[in-house]
């Protein structure tokens, strides 16, 4: 119940916007109200966090202290809003709008039923969550999972929100879903601010509530949906600058969504610089120099502000602001090349080229292959790549590496037809079209090609959403129009209804496990056998102190639910030494069992803790329990 004060904060703070904003319409007003909300629950988490005070109760109360002060906002000054009132639709767009609605409404489901259960969620995601809350701060804590500390932190930051307040992660996935739900609206302001009928609007939410990882990830703990959404804002805000004489409230919501952005993911630099690019361009234009000074450190104090928690933490840490030296280093490209830039747009565009049919895959990959062979590399290149091996691949709903094949030949489509109406479309839709297609070359001319890249490119498939639906709105057909979006409907069925780690409706050679609707929440084929043999023999005996000494690469969050967190009297902490957070160890921690799957072979105790049970690789030290004692 707790959780509902932070709904409530909100709906207040929408409701302000709408009494002094009541001109932008109402589904901008939800942009600015998410972004603005999402603002203080970042400055919540740090001033809370800065006194060891991230409690259930210390969190409800500020976010009823944030209700306060909008109820305040809006009745001082505040315009008397009209009423809503929904405007009269075909049938066609009520058909479009019930088709989001069920997609929204599945994912929602999934969301729900479904634990978070993502590798990444479950080695540093939600485990980073598990640590703030047990230690009610963000500082930095000792770990082997060094990601843990250093990765960028805006989307964990309100997963810990509903954590704390939700006493569990059952609302955990809802932060992607929320964010899911906000990229759909926010593309349709986006194409009506480009021009876009109401219809188009509308067939641009069902272009964007039908990108496969888009649909993954709103029932994850993943944060590019997160990115996606703040990006979006960013567009619209960009967008609004012209329109609105480059007010100052303009560029103070821009600058929230981008310095949200920031703090959820470094790709976003990416997806910001062509709009931060054009946003300037359009202030230097429209107001002095002194004026555009002004607003240009208003646009740096706000993302410096929402940032500086986070970047210094990692300065003191690593001695770098942007987390772990090594780990960026690995992902970023050492030097420019055109070479490199070459290999890398083909090899990122291919991540998303595959089809059901094996022959043209296979054509595909020849030519790629072919191509690398000119530009005298390999597809392996490790100056190139991150992660992994590249090839062709057919669609798959693994989260991990999902593609959005449909939507990116649609894309492709749209760009050529663009060209052919480059005359007939207005200036500031090629300039967003030209941006967005900026944000994609710019991200492959800085981050190296991984086996994961598919989930970095859902901002680039939500900002080009706007201008495809506007290039085809052109269409005047409604049966061509219903015909398009029932396809991109269908084409997403595989991902609304068998993700693989979370299906709702297990569709063969899709899905790993059973319904979410009929499997216990923490009882899927994920939840490995040595952990829960680990985890059941540490709650028979009573334990509640447990060390952890596992690899980088472990599911470490499986224990913390498995032990049932987040529990007062449990607590967990890393047995770790060499890492740059081992400063960071709590000196009386003294366990009563530690698990461990990073061990020498040869250690047959831990911190006097005899060895209890060896399991498919993960080791249990503890002492047996006395024979009826707890």
Known sequence: MLALTAVLAYVCLFAAHRAHQHDIGVRRLLLRASVAWAACAVLIIEALGSIHAITPISLSLAWLSVSAASIHWSTRGGHKSARLRMPRLEILDVTLIALVALIVGLSGLVAWFGPPSTADSLNYHMARVAHWAQNRSVAPFATGIEWQNGSSPGAEFIVLHAYVLGRGDQLANLVDWLAFLGCIVGVSVVAGQLGASRRAQILAAVIAATIPMAITQASSTMNDIVVALWTICVAAETLGLAREKTSVRNVIYLSLAAGMA?????????????FALWAAVVIVRSVRLRGAALRAGLCVTIVLVLNLGYLTRNWVLYRYPFGVPQVASSLLFPYPSWRFLASSLLRHAGLHAGTPWPVINDVLGRGIIKAHLLLGLSTSDPRTTSVGEWFIRRPTTAENIAGNPVHAYLYVGIALAAVLLWRRVSTTARVYF??????????????????????????????????????????????ALAGIALGLVLSATPWILSIQERPLVPLEGMAQTQSVLKEPRWDSPIVGDPYTESATMILEGGCSQVGLTLGGASPEYLLWMLLGAPDDDLHLEWIVAGTPSARYREPGFLPCAVVCDACPEEWLSVRGLPLALRSGGVRLFMQAPATGAP
């Not at 920031?262 to 062509?274: E, M, N, Q, S």
């Not at 030209?434 to 680039?460: D, E, M, N």
């Open 262 to 274: 920031l703090l959820t993911k470094a790709t976003a630099v990416a997806y910001l610089l062509p």
């Open 434 to 479: 030209l941006a967005t297609g900026a944000t994609f070359l710019i991200f492959c001319a800085v981050f190296k090609w991984q086996v994961f890249s598919s989930r970095y490119h859902v901002p680039f498939f939500v900002l080009y959403v706007p201008f495809a639906a506007l290039v085809l709105g052109r269409i005047r057909s409604a049966a």
